[in-house]
């Protein structure tokens, strides 16, 4: 919304489900990140590990919703999977943002859709 000051973020998830769509999503990352520096016939792995945690409740404005961590061998394989998740969290996980705005009453707050 332009020209309000948003003031806290409050998130709720279906939380069962927000963890399997979130599983899902790490382990399609997985599959579909590819490294420019191994042919594909060599068995390296392109991703180590990932790790996805999403704060639920209030969050002040400015402190982080989401903490994305991957471990790869080379790094651009490892940004590009943690852009990948953050933007397949947002459009799918079961977890919903509501905004309240400076000067405003409460029961005006806006719930955001998943973008």
Do not use: D
């Not at 709720?12 to 490294?35: D, F, N, P, W």
């Not at 459009?91 to 719930?111: D, N």
């Amino acid at each position: 919304m332009i020209g309000k000051v948003v003031t806290r973020l409050e998130y709720q998830a279906y939380s069962k489900l927000a963890i399997r769509t979130m599983a899902e999503i790490v382990g399609k990352a997985a599959l579909l990140t590819r490294s420019e520096h191994h042919p594909a016939s060599q068995p390296v792995p392109t991703l180590i590990r990932c790790a996805v945690h999403h704060r639920l409740g209030t969050v002040p404005v400015g402190e982080p919703s989401i903490v994305i961590a991957v471990s790869s061998p080379h790094r651009k394989e490892a940004f590009s999977a943690c852009e990948y998740i953050l933007e397949e969290v947002k459009k799918h996980a079961q977890i919903w943002k509501r905004e309240y705005y400076e000067g405003e009453a409460e029961s005006e707050a806006v719930w955001k859709e998943n973008q």
